[in-house]
């Protein structure tokens, strides 16, 4: 019995370094493969009879050993879609079943990965080299995702729709030492004591306009403001009187508004009350209907928006307003927090998806499958969907990927130690037959 339990756990012992090797195997050849994760080796001994007196021989059986938990090196890519997860976590992704009518059908079936080499193929879609598709979850027009499904992501937003002028937000100063206009000037006079400039408006066509806004001084603390639309004919319906400081109750700082009022009749116009943001606001028509426009020149008493300080030249500081033209494609970008921000040609950008992580308590547990993706096990516990860098959750490195986390030298070192085993249970087989047919050679 002792010859062939021998001969048998050496045969067990062939096979399990076999698996072994081919573990091996499979590790060296996805040594370059993305979001591969290596598989050790783990021995397992099965006893036949063992007490304190007498130890038959058992078995051995190779089980592989997963590290689906273990990082890989992450390596930048040119590739702005690419990402890679830094700690703990996998992207959700799909499969493809086909099309109807033009439009992608997916598998219901559920699929993690750390492959994150993901471009964007011909309908939008984020796919990565294994032709899984990316999910997330789909953002509101304010940026908050919706937490309650997870979607494939696809771009599909390509024009970016222009945005009317609702604010105007001017910072400039005017000098306080240009000669004031006389009471009853002459049109050379007064043009003296102006100084003006325009101000871009976009309609809601995107079309860019020009307001212009004539400063007029009066005295030496106060100023006219007269406001034109395009298409208007001067003098328009719009005239304010700003005095600037010192003086008020309470006294505001010299060269800083004091007080805000009507000069003019303010058709189609309102203003705030003194003391509080001097803003006014206004309704255009360029053609599509009355446009509501707020003009902000700052508040009273604090030295921003339009001030009265020393000089003879009127200087603006910033001149900032909210209208946008329309924009087209120009590309897309991701962020370190997971939102997939599409790019256009006009300047601005449009969050449409942020991209979660995946988590699990047991990831080692997780079922292999085709394509570096995984699919869950009771083993490996629930998926648990977060943001990015939350919850455990590993960040996302952006225009990266995670290589294979086989380490070469490590392999080459278990594969010559399954060879040397392999070869010493090959000498236990040959002993044991030797032995045996020196046992049937005993009736000689």
Do not use: C
């Amino acid at each position: 019995m002792s010859l062939l339990g021998a001969m048998t756990t050496a045969i067990s012992g062939l096979t399990a370094q076999s698996k072994a090797l081919g573990h091996v195997s499979d590790n060296v050849a996805n040594s370059q493969t993305v979001g591969f994760k290596r598989i050790d080796t783990n021995f397992v001994n099965y006893l036949t009879r063992s007490t304190s007196r007498i130890s038959m021989p058992g078995s051995v059986e190779a089980r592989p050993d997963y590290t689906n938990s273990l990082q890989g090196t992450v390596q930048q890519t040119d590739n702005p879609l690419a990402m890679a997860v830094a700690g703990q976590g996998f992207f959700s992704v799909v499969q493809s079943r086909g099309s109807d009518g033009g439009v992608v059908q997916f598998d219901p079936q559920q699929y993690y990965t750390r492959a994150g080499d993901f471009r964007m193929d011909k309908d939008g879609y984020l796919v990565n080299g294994q032709g899984n598709f990316l999910q997330g979850w789909n953002v509101d027009q304010a940026g908050d995702p919706d937490r309650t499904q997870m979607v494939p992501i696809r771009v599909s937003d390509l024009v970016y729709n222009p945005v009317p002028t609702s604010t105007i937000d001017l910072s400039a100063n005017l000098p306080a030492d240009l000669a004031p206009a006389p009471a009853l000037p002459t049109p050379a006079q007064l043009a003296d004591a102006t100084v003006s400039g325009q101000v871009p408006i976009y309609d809601a066509l995107g079309r860019p306009q020009q307001a212009t806004l004539a400063w007029t001084k009066l005295s030496n603390t106060q100023w006219s403001l007269s406001i034109t639309m395009p298409g208007e004919v001067a003098p328009p319906a719009r005239g304010i009187l700003v005095n600037f400081g010192p003086g008020g109750v309470p006294p505001a700082a010299a060269g800083t508004i004091e007080s805000f009022g009507a000069a003019v009749n303010m058709t189609n116009s309102t203003m705030v009350a003194v003391g509080d943001s001097a803003t006014v606001s206004l309704t255009a028509d360029f053609g599509q209907g009355p446009q509501a426009l707020t003009l902000n020149l700052g508040a009273r008493g604090e030295s921003r928006g339009v001030t009265q300080f020393a000089g003879t030249e009127y200087s603006v500081r910033n001149l900032a307003q909210d209208g946008v033209p329309l924009g087209s494609y120009a590309g897309v970008s991701l962020r370190d927090n997971g939102d997939l921000a599409v790019n256009y040609d006009n300047g601005e950008n449009r969050v449409v998806a942020r991209i979660p992580v995946v988590a699990f308590n047991d990831p080692d547990k997780l079922q292999r499958q085709d394509g570096q993706a995984f699919t869950r096990t009771t083993e490996s516990g629930e998926a648990r969907i977060v943001d990015a860098g939350s919850s455990g959750a590993g960040k996302l490195v952006t225009s990266s990927v995670e290589r294979s986390n086989v380490d070469i030298a490590s392999e080459f070192s278990k594969l010559i130690l399954a060879q040397r085993a392999y070869t010493a249970n090959t000498r236990i087989v040959t002993a044991a037959d030797e032995m045996l047919q020196d046992t049937l050679n005993m009736r000689r």
